[in-house]
């Protein structure tokens, strides 16, 4: 850590006001060359008949549907909830590469790449490699890995052409989506097949993403079925370690799927998508080669990824009243690294069914049953025991929107009856209020309880921590280890909420929200006697520690967004979030890191502001600042990341980009948390090319 300095805080501070101030005036000296020089440009239609969003008035933006608050379509304005949507347009001018670096523009997401090809991602706190309390779903099907609790967003490679939208729920979402939705889910949303016509081509390359590219086509069947089908491939090259030396973690995945839409009749449609993957990518961990001689250091290794996944939907309509959805799917995958390797299936189904009733019942009711299971293999310093295991769950829910006053006052109550893989079944009720006093403006209040389920690592996990010389002077070797606990118990939060959401004109809109979080049964790392033993050889003292749930706490925090349209062709995005966290532990913990790891490890600020401006002749030109607050447990000093991206739409259905990312400095450490699986890497200053072209 000595070489990662803290600067002066002025000086800090004033080169990154100075900074912003140069990109303002550099923005509004175009924008006034762009008025005097241009007319404004029509707006152009989007592949599938989508309308170009930068050019929709603000207020229509408030109005997007969504579905992640209530399994069914509602306004966005009309969401008793935290949610952020983003857009295909966003997508477009964010730059990004890759899902987490598209997070990056929610606010109140925390996100955080450790090295090339692994990121923490985290709403309201709680940051880790493995984030165990947010839900992520891929067209209704669940990333989350019951393995470490969490998700690998590394074979997370959505083709981002594809992308309908992103929803964003900051908060709990456990009534609908169940147990590990505790602080947010994201639920990313592909577009039909029908909006993806003909021939899509996308390729690129530069400094650190060195060559990614797609190819697609879709088409139609008989008139009433559409389908797409595509490959993927990136290759992405190392970052330096915290020395300063080359790494070892680049990254490379083949992605393959298809996605097919059918109408079989008036009232019945049908969905069937799937997905191949394969690739290899590496990392820097820290390894225990033997316990006698004690030898530990870190190793460079690569381990393979590989997996795929079947989904199928059926809708039936009944009537304009009521209907239902029947999802199945089946996922695979298989990961040899980057420690102990993993192969898992899991099979889902899930049932829906959605009815109004009366005039003023709005109801959604639900079963699912998922079954996974898994083989493990493990190594010298960490296994799972047993090695394999098969797990199931079963939930049941229900929710009901009242109409208390019509298009002014909307009250909706449900819960969901759900058993863990690992405890028995726990209610998670919410309760959320949305008045909307006038066509333009919100206001929300929520309660919820959700539950975060214990994952294998804390049953299951067996991984020796530390070895080294006995400090009492005899000649055996000492290793610390940490054993799950099949004892314990799920977490537990109960959340309080207030927002308000308003677009007074056609060129302002704000989003606001609150929250209170009260915590219980959050697990510690306790220790357990020491004892000695023969067995295996050689004979060592071991020095146990488990899990136990001793810790709780509160978190506080309140997260503004907004949209100005400046001008015609100029839109900025401000945001900011603020998050404080209150932990404790029990009278009988002896935890001593717990609570300050993990007040420690959150920003406590954060703030963005992005900028779209159109210029002139099809050029557009989008510009991002992010800054996050300091880690002080993990002495990462706070940082402004800059990303920059040149956009040239040079024919109706030919596109040509130039980014830049990271160019503030020349590198960054944007995470070193003490749990993650990896080594951290410094995040490098990137640039990149790439080409868009389309055929329709």
């Known amino acids: 850590m000595s070489k990662f300095k803290i600067a002066n805080t002025s000086r800090a501070l004033g080169k990154r006001m100075g900074t912003l101030l140069m990109l303002s005036l550099t923005l ?18 989007q592949p599938g008949g989508q309308p170009d ?15 992640s608050v209530s399994k069914k379509e509602q306004k966005m304005s009309q969401a008793a909830a935290a949610i952020f949507v983003i857009t295909q347009e966003d997508i477009r001018r964010s730059g990004a590469t890759n899902i987490p670096d598209l997070l990056r523009i929610v606010p109140g997401l925390d996100v955080a790449q450790i090295n090339a ?135 490379d995945l083949l992605h393959g799927g298809f996605r097919a839409d059918a109408a079989l009749s008036t009232k019945d449609s049908v969905t069937v998508q799937a997905d191949l993957y394969g690739g290899r990518e590496g990392a820097e961990i820290v390894h225990i080669f033997s316990i006698e001689p004690p030898v530990i250091d870190d190793l460079e290794t690569r381990y393979g990824l590989s997996g795929g996944n079947v989904l199928g939907r059926w809708n039936h309509v009944f009537s304009d009243r009521s209907d239902t959805t029947t999802q199945f799917y089946f996922d695979n995958y298989t990961r040899t690294g980057p420690e102990a390797s993993e192969t898992r299936h899991t099979i889902d189904l899930d049932f829906n069914h959605h009815f109004a009733w009366g005039s003023r019942h709005d109801l959604i009711w639900g079963a699912g049953y998922r079954r996974t299971w898994d083989n493990t293999i493990g190594t010298i310093d960490q296994a799972f025991i047993p090695a394999s295991v098969a797990l199931q769950l079963f939930n049941f829910f229900v929710q009901d929107t009242v109409t208390l006053n019509p298009d002014r006052l909307f009250l909706t109550v449900g819960t969901k009856l759900e058993n863990s893989y690992y405890t028995d079944f726990g209610l998670e009720p919410s309760v959320r209020l949305a008045w909307t006093p006038s066509n333009h403006e919100t206001f929300w209040a929520a309660v919820s309880r959700a539950e ?19 400090p009492g002077g005899s000649s055996n070797p000492a290793e610390v280890v940490l054993d799950g606990n099949p004892n314990v118990e799920s977490e537990h939060v109960i959340a309080y909420e207030a927002g308000y959401r308003a677009d007074p004109n056609s060129r302002l809109s704000i989003d606001v929200s609150t929250f209170f979080n009260r915590y219980d049964h959050l697990l510690s790392t306790e220790p357990e006697p020491e004892f000695f033993e023969t067995s295996p050889a050689p004979a060592h003292f071991v020095i ?22 400046l001008t015609d062709r100029w839109t900025l995005s401000p945001s900011y979030a603020f998050l404080e966290m209150h932990l404790h532990t029990k009278p009988a913990s002896q935890d001593t890191s717990s609570v300050p790891d993990n007040e420690g490890s959150n920003p406590q600020h954060q703030a963005q502001l992005r900028s779209h401006l159109e210029l002139f002749r099809g050029l557009a030109w989008d510009a991002s600042a992010y800054f996050v607050g300091r880690l002080p447990f993990q002495q990462v000093p706070s940082y402004t990341r800059i990303d920059s991206q040149l956009t040239w739409k040079f024919a109706e259905r ?13 590198h960054h450490v944007e995470s070193l948390d003490i749990v993650t699986l990896v080594n951290p890497s410094l995040i490098k200053r990137s640039a990149y090319a790439k080409f868009t072209w389309r055929f329709w």
């Open 117 to 251: 090809n692994n990121w923490a991602v985290s709403a309201r706190g709680f940051n880790t490699q493995f984030e165990d309390k947010l839900l992520v779903l891929i067209d209704g099907r669940a990333v989350y890995t019951p393995l470490q609790g969490g998700v690998n967003w590394d074979t997370q490679d959505v083709p981002l052409e594809d992308l309908d939208r992103i929803e964003v729920i900051r908060g709990p979402g456990a009534t609908l989506w169940g147990a590990n939705a505790v602080n947010g889910v994201i639920n990313i949303v592909t577009r039909k097949a029908a909006d993806t016509p003909g021939a899509l081509i996308t390729g690129g390359g530069g400094t650190e993403g060195q060559a990614f590219g797609t190819v697609q086509y879709g088409g139609t069947l008989r008139g009433n079925t559409s389908y797409r089908i595509f490959t993927k491939y990136l290759n992405h090259g190392p970052f330096a370690k915290l020395s300063g030396e080359r790494g070892d973690d680049e990254w």
């Open 654 to 666: 030919g596109e040509f980009s130039v980014v830049g990312q990271n160019l503030l400095h020349d």
């Open 452 to 470: 975060r389920s214990p994952a294998r690592k804390d049953t299951n996990l067996a991984v020796v921590l530390a070895v080294f010389r006995d």
């Open 28 to 45: 509004l000296a175009m924008e006034l060359f762009g008025q005097s020089s241009q007319r404004t440009p029509q707006s152009p239609a």
């Open 53 to 67: 969003l930068s050019q929709v008035p603000l207020e229509d933006l408030m109005n997007i549907k969504v579905t």
């Open 544 to 565: 146990p520690m488990t899990f136990e749930n001793l810790m709780f706490g509160t978190t506080e925090g309140a997260e503004v967004a907004a949209n100005l349209k």
